[in-house]
Structures are given as structure tokens and as C-alpha cells.
């Protein structure tokens, strides 16, 4: 069996899952300069055009091609603006594991498009790929990402206390570090026969 995802766009009925391309630049800045992605990922802050330029034209492909794992960049079907980021990783070919990590830009937010997302990699990666088990890690006090666990049939197993950097906001508009738990969540092939997609709203 293959060791690395092959190149490939899916779709979804209002979203594109696709490789990112340099046309992405300006969107990835500025999605990843928002204060919910700093607070919530590792991401550099400030966050860069060079920062954008690296990820879009060397560390995205090589997740690919080093067989760790994939990134798409998510996108809006119909108008093709960059949704957000999607990305498989810590992937295991010997046990068919990945783990799943997604950002949503701010515009985007509240539309279900993380869960629309995250199902259909999920589905593809089950289906196509043949893998048996996708996990999550949210921060303990990052709703939004818990929603979009539960909402897609993740299933929470349990607490890594202390295992997190956060970031949040000082009293003068910098920025500090905070240590939180990480909450563990997996779905498995058949925890999807359950989820309902007719309604993301």
C-alpha cells in the first residue's frame, strides 16, 4: 500500500478541498493574522506574506510528499474564496490513523463549513483511503472546534492535561502564553452512519 495521500481536490456541495496555490496568499495572511487562529493554533503571529509563501509553496506540499499527511485549502465552491484551512497529519500507515486539524477564516465562520469539511475528508479517508481511525485534539476552552467535533460523530475519549500552548490577549494588546488541557476525540468508519448532513446550519 502507498505511504503518501495522492494529489487530489474533493468536493462537496458548497465547498472545494484543493491543494493551496499561490493565488491563496493574500486570503492565508490575512485569515491567519485573526484572533481566534492565534489564540487557538501555533501559527507565527504576526503572520507574514513570507509566512503565507512558505506554507503555500513548501511545508503544505511537503505534508504530501513525505507521506506525513495532507492539507487542503478549503474553499467556497461558488464564489472560490478560501474558507480555510484542512489538514491530515501525524499520519500512521501501518494502523490507517490520522489526525485532523481545520481553521476557519472569520468571514466563514458560523456557516458549518469546518463540518462540512472535516466530513468529507473524513469520508474520503474512510471510503477511498481505507483508513480506520481519524482523531481530533481541541483545546479544553475552544467551543467552536467541540461543536464541529460532535456536530461530524466525533467521540471524545478523554483529557491531555497540560498538554497545550494557547495564546490570549494582555491587558496591552500583546499577546501571552497560556498552558490548557487538550481534549481527545476519534471517529471511526462507523461512528458516520449516524451523522445528519441535510442541515449544517
Known amino acids: 500500500m502507498s505511504s503518501t495521500f495522492p494529489d487530489i481536490s474533493l ?14 496568499m493574500a486570503s492565508l495572511r490575512e485569515m491567519m493574522n485573526d ?3 492565534v489564540a487557538w493554533t501555533s501559527v507565527p503571529h504576526p503572520y507574514t506574506d513570507d509566512d503565507a509563501l512558505a506554507w503555500v509553496t513548501r511545508i503544505a506540499p511537503a505534508e504530501r510528499t513525505s507521506g506525513r499527511g495532507i492539507v487542503f485549502a478549503v474553499s467556497e465552491f461558488l464564489t472560490q474564496r478560501l474558507v480555510g484551512i484542512l489538514h491530515l497529519q501525524h499520519t500512521d500507515w501501518r494502523i490507517l490513523a490520522a489526525e485532523i486539524s481545520y481553521a476557519t477564516a472569520p468571514w466563514a465562520r458560523g456557516e458549518g463549513y469546518a463540518s462540512e469539511a472535516v466530513l ?20 479544553a476552552d475552544n467551543a467552536a472546534s467541540q461543536q464541529v467535533a460532535q456536530k461530524t460523530g466525533f467521540i471524545s475519549e478523554g483529557v491531555l492535561r497540560n498538554a497545550w500552548i494557547a495564546r490570549s490577549r494582555t491587558e496591552d494588546g500583546g499577546w501571552t502564553d497560556i498552558r490548557t488541557d487538550l481534549l481527545v476525540w476519534s471517529l471511526l468508519p462507523e461512528d458516520l452512519e449516524g451523522v445528519v448532513t441535510d442541515d449544517w446550519h
Do not use: N, Y
Open 35 to 37: 484572533e481566534l487562529i
Open 11 to 24: 468536493s462537496t456541495d458548497r465547498l472545494v478541498l484543493r491543494p493551496f496555490d499561490e493565488d491563496d
Open 120 to 139: 468529507a475528508a473524513a469520508r474520503w479517508l474512510f471510503d477511498s483511503q481505507k483508513f480506520e481511525r481519524l482523531e481530533l485534539r481541541t483545546a
